[in-house]
């Protein structure tokens, strides 16, 4: 009987330790988390969005601004957190020079009843702008006149 009032008390003791697990899962990523994750995924949508044809042309970079948005939509959405709402923004998409400037609005941050408060404390903004540069000069192409 001793033997089965422990396993009972062990099993209780996971069980809550696991529901505390959950309810504290929203908490656990942050806004500095966010913001490496948008720099990171900005960074390879300019790279993955680069018209080649018109750098082999020009020697100039540029960057497909639909292909953009479409890749950082893509890439972030496959890395974040399940247990918030997302809203994103693009602003100032320039194709030449390669620029572009993002706003994250994460929510979700206090959403349980223990940790309820007003609605300005659940949306964190995360705003980045990227550039994207080369550290070659500019080479003008030879003319064949």
Do not use: C, H
């Not at 994750?37 to 960074?43: A, D, F, G, Q, T």
Request: charged fraction near 20%.
């Amino acid at each position: 009987m001793k033997e089965s009032i422990w396993g009972y008390w062990i099993v209780v003791l996971g069980v809550s330790i696991m529901s505390v697990m959950i309810l504290m899962q929203n908490f656990t990523t942050t806004s500095e988390q966010d913001y490496y994750l948008i720099k990171s995924v900005m960074e390879t949508s300019m790279y993955d969005a680069v018209d080649y044809g018109y750098y082999s042309d020009n020697s100039i970079f540029k960057i497909n601004a639909e292909k953009f948005v479409e890749n950082f939509v893509r890439r972030f959405a496959d890395q974040v957190n399940i247990n918030k709402d997302y809203d994103v923004a693009f602003y100032d998409l320039y194709e030449e020079p390669p620029y572009a400037v993002v706003a994250v609005t994460a929510r979700g941050t206090g959403d349980t009843l223990l940790f309820s408060s007003s609605e300005a404390d659940k949306n964190v903004t995360n705003r980045m702008a990227g550039i994207l540069y080369t550290t070659t000069e500019y080479v003008e192409p030879p003319s064949y006149n």
